[in-house]
T-cell receptor, first 109, second 116 residues
């Protein structure tokens, strides 16, 4: 079956760095997405990786290793507004998004 | 980025009534639209995929007669929850994609449905 695993909850301190991991097993692979979702709101796109390596976009970076079925989202210089759920999603061979359950990130002052 | 709107943002209805939710792509043509449901503290669950002008493809376990989806144009899809019951209370989110299957999906702001 298809499976996306990510931690349920993480806590970090304002100004620090946090890494959210995602491992996947899917039927085929056409890219991995990270989305941010604040409570009561729809997800917003953060990043897309389809090749191995690190993609950097401001304070956020995303890494992919296809051979290991592994990705992480790195958030630097954490701000209180970064408190949200972070969803990992993999596009399978049918171009369908398979969603992880999300990681709730709590930022403390 | 592309904008997707949903209406209404919140709806409260009595058990047994039907509720229609609209999803519109405002500045692009949505070849494919997706309808998701999200229960509290859970991830998005895909309900169905609809391509303009054709019948929606429903995920396993989703009743197509209960959740009617119409994708009549390249900018509008509707989800009608028929004979709603309290267990249908959830956050319904649509997303839209233009053109090729590997293109990014853009999400609407969601509709909070509460069935009394």
């Amino acid at each position: 079956g298809q499976n996306i695993d990510q931690p349920t909850e993480m806590t970090a301190t304002e100004g620090a760095i946090v890494q959210i991991n995602c491992t996947y097993q899917t039927s085929g692979f056409n890219g991995l997405f990270w989305y941010q979702q604040h409570a009561g709101e729809a997800p917003t796109f953060l990043s897309y990786n389809v090749l191995d390596g690190l993609e950097e976009k401001g304070r956020f970076s995303s890494f992919l290793s296809r051979s290991k079925g592994y990705s992480y989202l790195l958030l630097k210089e954490l701000q209180m507004k970064d408190s949200a759920s972070y969803l990992c999603a993999v596009m399978d061979s049918n171009y369908q998004l398979i969603w992880g359950a999300g990681t709730k990130l709590i930022i403390k002052p | 980025g592309a904008v997707v709107s949903q209406h209404p943002s919140r709806v409260i209805c009595k058990s047994g009534t039907s509720v229609k939710i609209e999803c519109r792509s405002l500045d692009f043509q949505a070849t494919t639209m997706f309808w998701y449901r999200q229960f509290p503290k859970q991830s998005l669950m895909l309900m169905a995929t609809s391509n303009e002008g054709s019948k929606a493809t429903y995920e396993q376990g989703v009743e197509k007669d209960k959740f009617l989806i119409n994708h009549a144009s390249l900018t509008l899809s509707t989800l009608t929850v028929t004979s709603a019951h309290p267990e249908d209370s959830s956050f319904y989110i649509c997303s839209a994609r233009e053109g090729r299957a590997y293109n990014e999906q853009f999400f609407g702001p969601g509709t909070r449905l509460t069935v009394l």
